[in-house]
């Protein structure tokens, strides 16, 4: 009996593991839960775009006039600063010197004009007087001289040439006293006033030199172009800083109390997107992030897209819009340099008709 | 008169053996061969099966299946994101890198780049790790079976050291670190699978101008997915496919251009001319040798239409029977290989293809039999 019904036993058995390994094949492949829900557009018809944050002045790459080695940093990450306000000093040793030797110079310049200014000098005047009051003498014997040898009647006792030689040494005397006199006179009215003129100028000359030097350690302190936020310092004291576009910029500054937002969209969608027209952009990440932006112009100049991989071999794919949207950054945690997705109301796409969406409920 | 016609064919062990034993290998060979094949083709498909989330595929149009990948435009992503209908559009990056092992072996992996903001299309199975953990630094997730066998390294006593969270990898000169272990679909070419960011896939890949693979559409609930599709490609010049539609397109490939479906076919074919040669032949002379009985049953009354129904009874039993130990035996089979390499899949279409082709059998052996027995004159029981 039981040998008689094996075999159909087995059958059957083996029929219903067919059947259990048919249902247990069947089980549906598990579907993953995404981590984050991606965005979604808010609006009926939009334009999506990646969108990079930026300072509302745009990032101010900040850079050295010369190039030198620093010496001293003097902001922070975060610091707010003023404009004018100094950023980083460079090397000015050799300046210094120079100003010091310009210094010295001007300093000789100006001690020149003074004693130009002071002359005469006091102490040489009785000596000239002294000169004069000689020749006065001087010349007071010649004439009493000459007196008495004209007095003299009788003219064997004195002869002519004597007379005449007495006449001279008078004449010759009166000449002296002039002479001393004039030198007194030169002595009294001091410094000329061409010469005076000369001195000025050469003041004026190392004056002019100290300050191109001023100036030229003034250069070497590198300041704040705007009032904002340092987002960035690349550089530090004893390193060289380059003058010129670099790659990575010395520092970056920009104005945080609005951030912009740059929007690459796709040139052949370019056509869609109208001024003026809201945005939506959505962290990435965390579409409960989001932030309503508010138009503020379009680059005029379509560019290649980056595609910002952070690779070293920047690929460049397809040319892109950039529409620059304003928001406040408010609590949000957003920050410059940070992508994000984003959604601009824009133009329906051209799509004939006849297949528009069979959409339930709207 | 049924039980009759049980007992005949019980009767005679051997012949009753035999026609069963013919059956059971033919039902046997057409389900497994079968089985092994819709599991091969269902391999081709292995990617999308896993990604369960997205309604639609977008691609570049020259793609022919899933293991094809042409690189488009990353610009490409926004346009789609941006046409009505779309609920959201992720990218995707698949592609082969070679990776070096501690070793210094090589190993072609498929890299499988999700989108990094959201891990969408993310392995479902996780069985160490997190889906998160991706977003670590240098963090990659690998399958089981790839980090048991093809990246597994010899140890110090010669044993294979499977790859372990922790461990770390050269993908293309870059380091990685395994974050995570997950389950996947076998894929067709069995390659081990590596779940990283598409950033990250990114800059493992060999450079080339443009490096995502696919768009990853969800539709919005109540847009006509084929409708989407068809708004995508006039859209954006690119292809868009569903789910379904990118299965078929993908096994269709592999159907068209690979010889998998004539060996598959040429043995199915085999175990039907088997099965029907030794059950024929068998049942023939089963028949043959019982025509005695059948001759004195007929000189007894019985007409012809009975002993024809005995026959078919008969036939019928055998190839219950056959069909059910076959297919039992297919599905231990099944059941034996569940976790090595071979692909095994039953549908329960099969089951009724299966049962039809033994069917076909019976009612073959059945009909040679019953012209024998038409023709039988009832005086033949006294013959010999």
Redesign the interface.
């Known amino acids: 009996m039981i040998r008689r019904y094996m075999l159909p036993m087995l059958a059957l058995a083996g029929f219903g593991f067919g059947v259990y390994t048919v249902i247990a094949g069947q089980r549906e492949v598990p579907v993953s839960k995404p981590i984050a829900q991606p965005a979604k557009a808010p609006f009926e018809n939009f334009v999506a775009g990646s969108g990079l944050i930026e300072a509302s002045s745009e990032n101010i790459m900040v850079g050295a006039v010369v190039p030198g080695v620093v010496m001293e940093v003097l902001v922070t990450v975060g610091s707010r600063v003023h404009q004018g306000d100094p950023l980083f000093k460079l090397d000015d040793r050799q300046l210094q010197g120079e100003l010091a030797v310009k210094q010295t110079a001007l300093k000789v310049a100006r001690e020149q004009l003074t004693r130009m200014k002071s002359l005469p000098r006091p102490e040489d005047i009785p000596a000239a007087e002294a000169r004069v009051r000689e020749a006065e003498a001087s010349l007071a014997d010649m004439k009493n001289q000459l007196q008495m040898r004209q007095s003299v009647t009788d003219k064997r006792a004195i002869s002519e040439q004597e007379l005449r030689q007495a006449g001279f040494a008078v004449d010759a005397g009166e000449a002296k006293l002039g002479e001393a006199k004039s030198q007194l006179a030169l002595l009294k009215a001091g410094a000329w006033k061409a010469d005076v003129a000369v001195s000025e100028a050469q003041v004026a000359s190392a004056e002019a030199q100290m300050a191109a030097v001023q100036t030229e350690i003034d250069r070497l302190v590198v300041r704040a172009p705007i009032d904002g936020e340092v987002l960035q310092v690349k550089i530090r004291a004893g390193e060289y800083a380059q003058v010129g576009p670099l790659s990575t910029p010395l520092m970056l500054l920009g104005n945080v109390d609005t951030l912009h937002i740059r929007v690459d969209v796709d040139e052949n969608d370019a056509w869609r997107v109208q001024s003026g027209k809201s945005a939506v952009a959505f962290a990435r990440g965390n579409r409960d992030i989001q932030t309503a932006l508010e138009f503020v112009r379009f680059e005029p100049y379509v560019v290649p897209k980056k595609s910002l991989t952070g690779d070293s071999g920047e690929r460049v794919d397809t040319r892109v819009l950039q529409v620059v949207y304003r928001f406040t950054r408010g609590e949000l945690p957003l920050y410059v340099g940070q992508q994000m997705d984003v959604f601009i109301d824009a133009l329906p796409l051209k799509i004939d008709t006849e297949s528009t969406v069979a959409r339930k409920g709207a | 008169m049924n039980f009759v016609a049980i007992k005949m064919l019980?009767g005679d062990r051997a012949k009753y053996l035999g026609i069963?034993t013919g059956l059971t290998f033919a039902s046997l060979l057409i389900?497994q061969q079968a089985a092994i094949f819709v599991g091969v083709m269902q391999r081709t498909y292995g990617l999308i099966?896993?990604?369960?989330?997205p309604d639609i595929w977008v691609m570049d149009p020259r793609v022919q299946y899933v293991d094809d990948p042409k690189p488009v435009?990353?610009?490409?992503l926004?346009?789609v994101?941006?046409?009505?209908?779309v609920?959201?559009?992720?990218p995707m990056f698949r592609n082969m890198i070679r990776a070096r092992l501690r070793t210094g072996a090589f190993q072609q992996c498929l890299v499988v780049g999700i989108?990094?903001?959201?891990?969408?299309?993310?392995?479902?199975?996780m069985t160490e790790g997190r889906?998160?953990d991706l977003r670590r630094n240098e963090g990659v997730i690998i399958n089981v079976a790839g980090a048991t066998t093809r990246l597994a390294t010899p140890g110090p006593d010669g044993k294979s050291v499977p790859l372990r969270v922790g461990d770390s990898l050269e993908i293309n000169d870059h380091r990685a670190i395994v974050v995570g272990l997950c389950e996947t679909?076998r894929t067709f070419q069995s390659q081990p699978v590596v779940y990283t960011t598409f950033?990250r896939a990114?800059?493992f890949a060999p450079?080339e101008?443009?490096?995502m693979n696919y768009v990853l559409v969800?539709a919005?609930?109540?847009?006509?997915q084929l409708?989407?599709c068809?708004?995508i490609r006039?859209?954006t010049d690119l292809s868009a496919y569903t789910r379904d539609e990118f299965k078929w397109i993908s096994m269709v490939y592999y159907l068209k251009y690979t010889g998998i479906p004539l060996n598959f076919g040429i043995a199915v074919v085999l175990g039907f001319i088997v099965g029907a040669a030794i059950a024929g032949q068998t049942f023939h002379n089963f028949t043959q040798d019982n025509l005695r009985y059948f001759g004195a049953l007929k000189a007894m009354g019985a007409t012809t239409g009975m002993l024809l129904r005995m026959i078919l009874l008969q036939s019928l039993t055998v190839g219950?029977?056959?069909?059910?130990?076959?297919?039992?035996?297919?599905?231990?089979i099944?059941?034996l290989a569940k976790d090595t390499e071979l692909s095994f899949?039953?549908?329960?279409q099969?089951?009724l293809i299966s049962a039809g082709t033994v069917l076909l059998i019976c009612m073959f052996a059945a009909t040679i039999s019953m012209v024998k027995v038409i023709r039988l004159e009832p005086a033949i029981v006294f013959k010999s």
């Open positions: 019980m069963v389900t099966t896993d990604i369960g989330q435009n990353t610009t490409e926004y346009r994101r941006g046409i009505p209908g609920e959201w559009a992720v989108d990094d903001a959201t891990l969408v299309g993310g392995p479902a199975q889906l998160a679909t950033s990114m800059s450079f101008r443009k490096l969800k919005q609930p109540g847009v006509d409708e989407l068809r708004r006039e859209h219950a029977i056959g069909y059910g130990l076959g297919v039992g035996a297919a599905s231990v099944g059941a899949f039953m549908p329960w099969l089951l």
